[in-house]
């Protein structure tokens, strides 16, 4: 059974405060991604990473940048977090060589940036 | 990019009811479809997917139809039961990256 866990489920910060998300999945996985969830707007890429030390831009990256240093975890960084970065943050992830395209997503982190 | 629309955004039926969601996308290399339930509090989960090559998939209750002509696709579920309430989200990929680009979603609410 696939397995995705981000380090918190809430976090509360502060405007201008470096804030990371982590994420962790323990299925070998060479793919792993970064959305953020909103409201009427659905899931939005961030980046995403197809290999260790690899990433790639997504649709939404400014205010962000990533971590892939281990196969296993893929890190989120707010380098100065501000409000409108508040927002529902989902990391997947999926194997690159398998038929399936399939990705398994975490449970979430929800960030409020005061 | 891809641009994925999806209609509509809020859906009420009653039980036993079916229920409909559509999407279209704009990116003719797109070649596979997912659709995820997000269930209130709980993360998104693949309820069922299509690639280009197939126009209808079904896993009991529910179906997925495309076209690729009219660059649209929808998700039917029938028989619908209140534990099919959930947000449902629609999603379009393309080689060689394969990365999703999803809807906007619907929030489906089933009532008894």
């Known amino acids: 059974d696939v397995k995705v866990t981000q380090s918190s489920r809430y976090l509360v910060k502060r405007t201008g405060e470096k804030v990371f998300l982590e994420c962790v999945q323990d299925?070998?996985?060479?793919?792993m991604f970064w959305y953020r969830q909103d409201p009427g707007l659905g899931l939005r890429l961030i980046y995403f990473s197809y290999d260790v030390k690899m990433k790639e831009k997504g649709d939404i990256p400014e205010g962000y940048s990533v971590s892939r240093e281990k196969k296993e975890r893929f890190s989120l960084i707010l380098e100065s977090a501000s409000t409108n970065q508040t927002s529902m943050y989902l990391c997947?992830?999926?194997?690159?060589?398998?038929?399936?395209?399939?990705?398994?997503f975490g449970p979430g982190t929800r960030l409020t940036v005061l | 990019g891809e641009n994925v629309e999806q209609h509509p955004s809020t859906l009420s039926v009653q039980e036993g009811d079916s229920a409909v969601i559509k999407c279209t996308y704009s990116?003719?290399?797109?070649?596979?479809f997912p659709w995820y339930k997000q269930e209130l509090g709980k993360r998104p989960q693949l309820i069922i997917d299509i690639r280009s090559n197939v126009g209808e998939k079904k896993d009991q209750r529910i179906a997925v139809t495309l076209n690729k002509t009219a660059k649209h696709f929808s998700l039917h579920i029938t028989e619908t039961q209140p534990e099919d309430s959930a947000v449902y989200f629609c999603a379009a990929s393309r080689p060689p990256g394969n990365q999703f680009y999803f809807g906007t979603g619907t929030s489906l609410t089933v009532i008894p």
């Open positions: 299925m070998d996985h060479e793919n």
């Open positions: 997947a992830s999926r194997r690159r060589t398998s038929g399936s395209l399939e990705q398994f």
């Open positions: 990116d003719s290399a797109s070649n596979y």
